[in-house]
T-cell receptor, first 112, second 108 residues
């Protein structure tokens, strides 16, 4: 079945540690996105990529980094510079940028 | 003012009733709109796109009012399985802006 796979489902980070969230899609979509969702808030865009080897900052990119070396994969690194990383992280993809997006089932990141 | 604004609810509605909620947007350049549903602690799933002429999908009807800059979602004959948070989304070129969602609970 085609879809988007995020891993891990739950992740714990120690202070000062970088962690990487995985996102893989087999939908052959060109565009991929990372959002974070905090309680009572809407989804906020961290980074997006329209094509392999290209990505743009979203509204809250500080403290995060991404890469897009393969069409299927768009990993997100939460760096130690992100001071409030506890959130629900959602990866999405779409056939083209800003077309309806399909979401993975998310990663919950918490601080130890 | 938020770019996309929704009443957070919760809306507690008896099973079988009709429920409607609106979403307002501030960016008049927004080109298209979507409704997503999100179950508790799950990912959002596309419910329907919203077309200028309005569109219907089974028990769900979406409307767009560009003059007043709002979109609406109507659910008829509500089911227990309709309980979820409904997210309104506006698109301006490559940018999607999500509302914070309206929480709906259908009561038996």
């Amino acid at each position: 079945d085609g879809g988007i796979t995020q891993s891990p489902k739950y992740l714990f980070r120690k202070e000062g540690q970088n962690v990487t969230l995985s996102c893989e899609q087999n939908l052959n979509h060109d565009a991929m996105y990372w959002y974070r969702q905090d309680p009572g808030q809407g989804l906020r865009l961290i980074y997006y990529s329209q094509i392999v080897n290209d990505f743009q900052k979203g509204d809250i990119a500080e403290g995060y980094s991404v890469s897009r070396e393969k069409k299927e994969s768009f990993p997100l690194t939460v760096t130690s510079a992100q001071k409030n990383p506890t959130a629900f992280y959602l990866c999405a993809s779409s056939d083209r940028v800003a077309q309806p997006q399909h979401f993975g089932d998310g990663t919950r990141l918490s601080i130890l | 003012r938020k770019e996309v604004e929704q009443d957070p609810g919760p809306f507690n509605v008896p099973e079988g009733a009709t429920v409607a909620f609106n979403c307002t947007y501030s960016n008049s350049a927004s080109q298209s709109f979507f409704w997503y549903r999100q179950d508790c602690r799950k990912e959002p799933k596309l419910l329907m796109s919203v077309y200028s002429s309005g569109n219907e999908d089974g028990r769900f009807t979406a409307q767009l009012n560009r003059a007043s800059q709002y979109i609406s979602l109507l659910i008829r004959d509500s089911k227990l399985s309709d309980s979820a948070t409904y997210l309104c989304v506006a698109r301006d070129n490559e940018k999607l802006t999500f509302g914070t969602g309206t929480r709906l609970t259908i009561i038996p």
